[in-house]
């Protein structure tokens, strides 16, 4: 699977996915806003996995 990204660094939020289960280390520059981030949103393009995961694309 292939999950768009523009920016690469965690500021457009092009690559929102919504995390279903798994641990991620979630770092971002503003492309998440708060409330999305409590709802389980990451963004792939600056998410490290320390688990097996499983998503769901928007």
Do not use: F
């Amino acid at each position: 699977m292939i999950i768009p990204c523009g920016c690469g660094q965690g500021q457009c939020g092009t690559c929102r996915v919504e995390k279903v289960s798994g641990e991620i280390d979630l770092r971002h520059d503003g492309g998440l806003s708060p409330q999305e981030e409590a709802a389980g949103y990451i963004l792939a393009c600056s998410s490290r996995l320390r688990s097996d995961r499983e998503i769901k694309l928007r």
